[in-house]
């Protein structure tokens, strides 16, 4: 697996053209799955897993991994299936997100594929699986699915969405009564955290699932306005979104003129030491990583009042 990962350079050349890596893999069976390669640290053979009391049931162990201790969490059992058996032949994806570094146990890995976010596209209605699908795609005329990775490490360990008192005592929105905020994340269980922390601006609050379904939206507010910051205060938009990601709805609205003067905050479980020059290269305003819920209101209010 040595060299799974590209170059810092020519991942940033994704930033802005709709682009994105998946590192595919399986976890029993057939079915094939993707994750974001920007998310992934490393990929290695499964080391041995250390048994901790009171572990949730979804935690296989910990493994002992250059010097830090590693949560494995096997990604079979936390979406509904059976659990991964044979530890020798698996694999563990160490991948971060929401600032910490958590291990996902799979049953193989195969290898990386380039493709657009406007093959990536939301996942089918109805079924159990879907509600830990945040996207699916195309590989080889094969379906691969794309996991609401946030869903599951909410279920282990909830994250706190309140902002806490003293923060939301120096909130301050004045001059921008009557305007929204705009959220866009393809993961329910995000939107939904996203939107209880900023509720204390007082704002109201409008949301969209993926990055095309927000341009659209801001582009019908501004036809109805003249101009879409009569009536938006910010846009606070994930990164990674089937049909356009959030890299290039930014690049997308700094593009356009009667969009251009939208404050832009990416907030984003890729929190890795590539993305101050990504949101430098299209334009955004600010960049937080995933979640802190002081941060995000503190941030978005100081958009909200910037000239």
Same mark, same amino acid.
């Given at each position: 697996?040595?060299?799974?990962?590209?170059?810092?350079?020519?991942?940033?050349?994704?930033?802005?053209?709709?682009?994105?890596?998946?590192?595919?893999?399986?976890?029993?069976?057939?079915?094939?799955?993707?994750?974001?390669?920007?998310?992934?640290?490393?990929?290695?053979?499964?080391?041995? !897993?250390?048994?901790?009391?009171?572990?949730?049931?979804?935690?296989?162990?910990?493994?002992?991994?250059?010097? @830090?201790?590693?949560?494995?969490?096997? /990604?079979?059992?936390?979406?509904?299936?059976?659990?991964?058996?044979?530890?020798?032949?698996?694999?563990?994806?160490?991948?971060?997100?929401?600032?910490?570094?958590?291990?996902?146990?799979?049953?193989?890995? *195969?290898?990386?594929?380039?493709?657009?976010?406007?093959?990536?596209?939301?996942?089918?209605?109805?079924?159990?699986?879907?509600?830990?699908?945040?996207?699916?795609?195309?590989?080889?005329?094969?379906?691969?699915?794309?996991?609401?990775?946030?869903?599951?490490?909410?279920?282990?360990?909830?994250?706190?969405?309140?902002?806490?008192?003293?923060?939301?005592?120096?909130?301050?929105?004045?001059?921008?009564?009557?305007?929204?905020?705009?959220?866009?994340?393809?993961?329910?269980?995000?939107?939904?955290?996203?939107?209880?922390?900023?509720?204390? !601006?007082?704002?109201?609050?409008?949301?969209?699932?993926?990055?095309?379904?927000? /341009?659209?939206?801001?582009?019908?507010?501004?036809?109805?306005?003249?101009?879409?910051?009569?009536?938006?205060?910010?846009?606070?938009?994930?990164?990674?979104?089937?049909?356009?990601?959030?890299?290039?709805?930014?690049?997308?609205?700094?593009?356009?003129?009667?969009?251009?003067?939208?404050?832009?905050?990416?907030?984003?479980?890729?929190?890795?030491?590539?993305?101050? +020059?990504?949101?430098?290269?299209?334009?955004?305003?600010?960049?937080? +990583?995933?979640?802190?819920?002081? *941060?995000?209101?503190?941030?978005? @209010?100081?958009?909200?009042? +910037?000239?």
């Amino acid at each position: 697996m040595s060299g799974i990962l590209d170059s810092v350079n020519q991942r940033t050349q994704l930033v802005g053209q709709n682009r994105l890596e998946l590192l595919l893999f399986r976890l029993n069976g057939r079915q094939r799955f993707g994750i974001n390669v920007f998310k992934v640290r490393e990929v290695l053979q499964c080391p041995p !897993l250390t048994s901790i009391p009171k572990l949730n049931t979804l935690v296989r162990g910990v493994a002992h991994i250059r010097g @830090q201790t590693i949560s494995v969490i096997d /990604l079979s059992m936390a979406t509904g299936g059976k659990r991964i058996e044979n530890l020798e032949t698996a694999f563990i994806v160490i991948a971060e997100y929401n600032r910490s570094v958590q291990g996902f146990l799979v049953g193989a890995v *195969e290898r990386i594929v380039n493709t657009n976010w406007d093959a990536i596209m939301p996942p089918p209605q109805g079924t159990g699986r879907a509600s830990y699908l945040t996207a699916v795609t195309e590989v080889e005329n094969e379906l691969v699915e794309i996991l609401d990775v946030e869903k599951i490490l909410n279920e282990i360990s909830p994250l706190n969405t309140d902002v806490s008192d003293d923060v939301a005592a120096g909130l301050d929105t004045k001059g921008s009564e009557g305007k929204i905020i705009f959220i866009a994340d393809d993961s329910a269980v995000a939107r939904n955290q996203v939107k209880k922390a900023l509720t204390t !601006l007082g704002l109201e609050i409008e949301m969209a699932k993926n990055g095309q379904e927000a /341009l659209d939206r801001l582009k019908e507010i501004a036809a109805e306005t003249g101009k879409v910051t009569d009536k938006v205060g910010v846009l606070v938009s994930d990164i990674e979104m089937p049909e356009m990601d959030g890299y290039t709805l930014t690049a997308e609205i700094k593009n356009t003129p009667e969009l251009q003067d939208l404050h832009v905050v990416l907030h984003t479980s890729l929190s890795g030491v590539f993305n101050q +020059a990504m949101v430098q290269k299209v334009g955004a305003d600010d960049f937080i +990583a995933k979640f802190h819920p002081d *941060e995000l209101a503190t941030a978005v @209010q100081k958009w909200l009042t +910037a000239d």
